[in-house]
């Protein structure tokens, strides 16, 4: 069974192209995510992914960029070889859509 991740902090960021927003998570790890189509549609050769979003996390710019940030310490379940859903409907019930990205199987 693989150990949590912990969510350490959360930006809320508005989008640059229309009224959408998008959420970037730090992890405890030092890693990110957000749920941008950048970040989504792009993986590098390497399989690592990032957005303007998570680069100004990165930069330690994103609490100027974004519109909202809090800190968090949210226990996130990685990746399980579970074969239903269960879980993640668990999770994004008592989380919200925070951290989904990290978590599907």
Not at 13 to 28: E, I, K, P
Not at 32 to 45: I, K, L, N
């Amino acid at each position: 069974m693989s150990k949590p991740l912990a969510i350490s902090k959360c930006w809320t960021f508005a989008s640059s192209s229309g009224s959408g927003r998008y959420q970037t998570l730090q992890y405890a790890d030092g890693s990110t995510s957000c749920e941008c189509p950048g970040w989504c549609r792009r993986v590098a050769a390497d399989g690592s992914r990032s957005c303007k979003h998570t680069r100004s996390v990165l930069m330690g710019t994103a609490d100027r960029e974004c519109e909202s940030m809090h800190d968090s310490q949210i226990q996130i379940p990685a990746a399980a070889p579970v074969s239903t859903a269960t879980p993640v409907r668990r999770a994004v019930a008592q989380f919200g859509e925070m951290g989904r990205r990290k978590i599907q199987t």
